[in-house]
């Protein structure tokens, strides 16, 4: 195939560069485009952003255009850029996704690196016996950004999903992690944690209520598994009181849940903790929004 059957003018970047910013500024903006770019010249060729903006004069091979061919037809349909590249970068691991684990969000990561700040200051001079459960884990990008800051903690991760904990397990080996995956059903009353008590319980569960559907986007309702995103309106809370028994019966006296939540039913989710005998800290994201919170029993 050449040239003029893939839409660019020429194989030199700055044309490359150019298609997409013409045919995708409409749909996602000048700078989500332009960061689009940076991760598809990284991931096709190894370039970073200083190569990127230097060589704009440079051509690429035949079969690389292809490639940029291809992804610029997978934006066109809103397919996820991590997709296309086959990963997400959080909190400095690179996490496989496909369309069976949700996109490691940056405000997920936000709460984690808030979380790890945490983990720090109770762990004094070592991390060894600090516990750590991840609970829908998913791509297992919580757990594993855990493990990687703290490599002597023991690290468990839960997921209903055989194909999200594979997915999971071969993060964790990528990155060189040590992480320990259950298969469980966090909302099944039978579920029990281990004969151990955690210094933290983390979760990021499903909390998009089925009325918010149509409020998202295409990207994210054609690509991402809808059970790691909703729940029935009717009882849009039935994973935090799930998460909250678990963690009444799992925490260590002075240990610490957190949580992801949706930001409309703020004041239901901390009601929830506080009726499991917890004390709900909400936290806002980056954005200005009320994200996750954190808690600790009443009673500390």
Known sequence: MNTTNLRFQSNRVRDIVGLFHKELDDLYGQGETGAFVTMLFEAFLGWDKVQLLTGK????????????????????????????????????????VNPHVLIPRPETEEM?????????????????????????????????????????????????????????????????????????????????????KYDLIISNPPYVRESERRLMKANVLQYEPATALF????????????????????????????????EALKEATCGTL??????????RDFRGKWRWL?????NQ
């Open 231 to 262: 729940v029935p309106d009717e009882d849009p809370l039935r994973f935090y009181r799930s998460v909250a028994g678990i963690a009444r019966r799992g925490l260590k006296t002075d240990g610490m849940l957190a949580v992801e939540f949706n």
């Open 294 to 298: 954190t808690a600790c029993r009443a």
């Open 112 to 196: 984690v690196r808030s979380l790890i700040l945490y983990a720090e200051s109770r762990m004094g001079k070592t991390d060894a016996g600090f516990e750590v459960l991840d609970l829908c884990t998913g791509s297992g990008c919580i757990a594993i950004a855990m493990k990687k800051a703290f490599p002597e903690a023991n690290v468990t991760a839960v997921d209903i999903s055989d194909d999200a904990l594979d997915m999971a397990q071969g993060n964790a080996r990528e990155n060189g992690t040590d992480v320990r995956f259950l298969q469980a059903d966090v909302l099944d009353p039978d579920f029990r944690v281990q004969d151990l």
């Open 274 to 283: 506080k009726e499991f005998g917890f004390s709900p800290v909400p936290q």
């Open 57 to 96: 004069e440079r051509t690429v091979n035949q079969s690389d255009l292809l490639r940029f061919h291809w992804a610029l037809e997978d934006l066109e349909r809103q397919r996820p850029i991590q997709h296309i590249v086959g990963y997400s970068v959080f909190c400095d691991c690179r996490v496989a």
